[in-house]
């Protein structure tokens, strides 16, 4: 590959490995390695079937809070940030994404550490206990379900990092990347944060997030609306330490939102033409090869659906949590808090959610 020569050190493509591995998840993606013309391998999860362009655009958008973290004094001396890759789609179904290394997803670090303690997930005994209708929602999800299976992310981090000072030093890390993606999330209505879909970095403790095809509240139209902000279940919680969510979660929760909500119209020029990028996708996917007189009456539709998207961004983005009231920040954070560990909430999920781990 031939490099400019306004970029000298950048790397050049000599080849591909021969290897290449399959993935387990639904779509099958590929991880490639690409040979580097300085000697180095640049490893790429090569995805099919899938349009990559919100994943870019998400990837845009967290760059920039990044910069606007870096540039307040308080986010900054705390080191704030969100752990970003580069996306490269390649057309509207497939894409590379870069190979984030010596990350873990939390379902496999939870599934490690319930086989140490003989605990097995039995899908039918949770399906059942999820079809109960009385005593209540809050009592059998607490009472009956979350007794199954204890909280054992905490061990996972003693372990993992067994010095005391590293010890705090990841955990921090783990709650501050949490609360700032728990933010981001709830803003752009960022839905479908499973256990596979949140993976920890081994080495640091960061939460990177991964999978942003379920945007703009979609979650909530599904057959079993996702009914909570962001992840934060019981072994998320356990992770923290003794504080939980009290701290250091809930005090960058607040930084966080209060950035969003003071840089409103720099993230709206983000925003805006991703939300009208994802409707005409839906309508190329319904009517597909065909611009007739009913796909172009679908698409003045969705062009109102779009308004309404936009202005549910803004809204949030002026602290309207709900409706038209204003909410302070710590008003909002503190509602949002105690919605995504609602017992009642958690129990409505979907069951491959996972909200009892």
């Keep these: 590959m031939h490099i400019p020569k306004d970029f000298p050190d950048l790397a050049g493509c000599n080849g591909f490995a021969d290897k290449v591995t399959v993935m387990d998840s639904m779509q099958k993606p590929k991880r490639i390695e690409i040979l580097g013309s300085d000697g180095c391998s640049y490893p790429f999860l090569c995805k099919s079937k899938d349009d990559l362009r919100k994943d870019a655009c998400v990837m845009r958008l967290n760059t920039m809070i990044n910069h606007l973290m870096q540039a307040n004094r308080q986010t900054r001396e705390r080191n704030l940030h969100i752990r970003t890759y580069a996306v490269v789609p ?3 179904e497939c894409g590379l994404i870069q190979w984030v290394g010596s990350t873990t997803g939390i379902r496999s670090i939870l599934m490690n550490q319930f086989k140490k303690r003989n605990v097995k997930i039995h899908v039918n005994d949770i399906k059942r206990i999820l079809a109960k209708t009385s005593p209540s929602p809050q009592e059998i999800f607490t009472k009956e379900l979350l007794p199954k299976y204890p909280s054992v992310m905490h061990e996972w981090f003693m372990e993992s990092f067994p ?17 700032v ?3 981001i999330g709830y803003i752009i209505g960022l839905g479908d944060r499973h256990c596979v879909n949140i993976l920890l970095d081994e080495k640091t403790g960061d939460v990177v997030h991964v999978d942003f095809d379920c945007l703009f509240n979609q979650g909530l139209l599904q057959e079993k609306p996702e009914v909570v902000p962001f992840r934060l279940t019981r072994n998320m919680v356990d992770a923290m330490g003794v504080t939980g969510y009290e701290g250091t979660f809930r005090k960058t929760c ?8 003071e840089h409103r119209d720099a993230l709206m020029s983000v925003l805006e033409p991703l939300v009208h990028d994802l409707l005409v996708e839906w309508i190329r996917r ?3 090869g065909n611009m007739s007189l009913e796909p172009i009456r679908e698409l003045a539709s969705m062009n109102d659906h779009a308004k309404k998207i936009l202005d549910t961004l803004r809204k949030k983005l002026q602290g309207k949590l709900h409706g ?17 560990t609602d017992p009642g909430r958690l129990f409505q999920m979907f069951i491959g959610w996972a909200a009892y781990l």
Aim: glycine letters at 2%.
């Design 90 to 92: 390649l057309n509207e």
């Design 254 to 261: 607040e930084m966080t939102l209060r950035l969003l909500c």
């Design 286 to 288: 319904s009517y597909p």
């Design 163 to 179: 010095n005391p000072g590293e010890w705090l030093l990841n955990r921090t890390a783990f709650t501050r990347t949490a609360a």
């Design 181 to 183: 993606m728990s933010m």
């Design 324 to 340: 038209e009231t204003q909410l302070s920040v710590e008003e909002q954070v503190d509602e949002l808090i105690r919605e995504a």
